[in-house]
């Protein structure tokens, strides 16, 4: 296994970088892995989310990640948020990384179809049983989010229309 080469001119454009998109408590990290033994992407086998994310960038390894899909991974459910214990709030870092890689325009192409369906009805993940689960439980088969709310969705689709986002034509 080849060694890890630590530059610090690296490290402090990394941690700069990721601090400007929105993910500004990475510093805060200890490593103890507590957002990602919540994490339902890890469970579900996207390995470098949460805790491996942000040791990868805070050892200044942005460009050799740069196409790892594991990032699109993550369901938006701030599980990791809410149990770290430093407030780092993993789900910015993961969002900023992904504002990074958009920017490059390093997506995943799993990720299209959540962006597509995130301009349309306002949620990234939708599905034809959601409804019905709803329906089923006794709540309105709409949630009461951006997929019933027109000026929601309308502003949701002006952010998209002005990010790099656009500039991939998938809207």
């Known amino acids: 296994m080849p060694a890890l080469i630590i530059e610090n001119d690296k490290i402090k454009e990394a941690v700069q970088t990721i601090i400007d998109l929105g993910g500004d408590g990475i510093l805060k990290c200890v490593q103890c892995g507590a957002c ?3 994490c339902p992407g890890v469970k579900a086998g996207f390995p470098v989310l949460c805790r491996l994310l942000i040791r990868k960038i805070l050892n200044g390894q942005m460009e050799e990640t740069i196409e790892e899909v594991s990032t699109w991974g993550c369901q938006s459910c701030n599980r990791c948020t809410e149990i770290c214990p430093q407030g780092v ?12 890689q958009a920017n490059d325009l390093a997506l995943s192409t ?3 179809g959540p962006q597509m369906s995130l301009y349309q009805v306002g949620h990234a ?26 000026q929601a969705q309308k502003e949701i689709q002006t952010l998209l229309d002005n990010s790099p986002m656009a500039d991939l034509g998938i809207f």
Do not use: C, I
């Open 125 to 150: 993940v939708t599905t034809e049983a959601t409804a019905e689960n709803r329906k089923k439980v006794g709540l309105d088969p709409v949630p009461p989010t951006a997929l019933n709310n027109a």
């Open 110 to 112: 799993s990720a299209f």
């Open 36 to 38: 990602s033994a919540v």
């Open 89 to 100: 709030r993993p789900q910015e870092v993961v969002f900023a990384y992904r504002r990074y």
